[in-house]
């Protein structure tokens, strides 16, 4: 089955910074990679992205890349905030006429500081 | 516009005992996954329903048992708690079982004593 793994597991940005955030998956017919950001105690929200026919998506301060060779995703966050600070997770999916089951990485604690 | 609704929020339960969590999906849609979330971990995926069956089932034992209501609604059942089920169980919903984006509720906070 499919397998993704996410770095670094914390990331600490002074405010105004970029942050990157990097995953890798396993399964080569994964077709489909979110990102959601999980503040404490609240659910998943997904923040952006990514079909396997597209190279990179913005979206404001925030850009997914991926690349099919490598089988690597990454999550670009310019001009950080403090309420960026939460976990943000990667997620890859091969989505067929039989469903869509995300296999997520392990979360990223980002910590923005003033 | 409803979001996705859980109940309950929390629940503790003691070790051998058997839990029915609930979920409303957003308004709209119509299939309906489970995920477990272990404390520090990202989302693992349990089943998903359409049409009143299941349609995918991820790496879990048989004690976890599911179903989906006409109006879409789900619960997922599990027999025979162990103290590694505790986490917190989200309930995410689509609109079809190939559409992309899931809306995630904020799940329920299960305690296994």
């Known amino acids: 089955g499919e397998n993704v793994e996410q770095h670094p597991s914390t990331l600490s940005v002074q405010e105004g910074d970029s942050a990157v955030i990097k995953c890798t998956y396993s399964d080569s017919a994964s077709n489909y990679f979110p990102w959601y950001k999980q503040e404490l105690g609240k659910r998943p929200q997904l923040i952006i992205d990514i079909r396997s026919n597209v190279g990179e998506k913005k979206d404001q301060r925030i850009a997914v890349t991926l690349n099919k060779t490598a089988k690597h995703f990454s999550l670009h966050i310019t001009e950080t905030q403090p309420e960026d600070s939460a976990v943000y997770f990667c997620?890859?999916?091969?989505?067929?006429?039989?469903?869509?089951?995300?296999?997520f990485g392990t979360g990223t604690q980002l910590k923005v500081e003033l | 516009d409803a979001g996705v609704t859980q109940s309950p929020t929390h629940l503790i339960k003691t070790r051998g005992q058997q839990v029915t969590l609930r979920c409303s999906p957003k308004s709209g849609h119509d299939t309906v996954s489970w995920y477990q979330q272990a404390l520090g971990q990202g989302p693992q995926f349990i089943f998903q329903y359409y049409e009143e069956e299941e349609r995918q089932r991820g790496n879990f034992p048989d004690r976890f048992s599911g179903h989906q209501f006409p109006n879409y609604s789900s619960e997922l059942n599990v027999n025979a708690l162990l103290l590694g089920d505790s986490a917190l169980y989200l309930c995410a919903s689509s609109l079809g079982t190939t559409n992309e984006k899931l809306f995630f509720g904020s799940g329920t906070q299960l305690s296994v004593l």
């Open positions: 997620a890859a999916s091969r989505i067929t006429g039989g469903g869509n089951k995300l296999t």
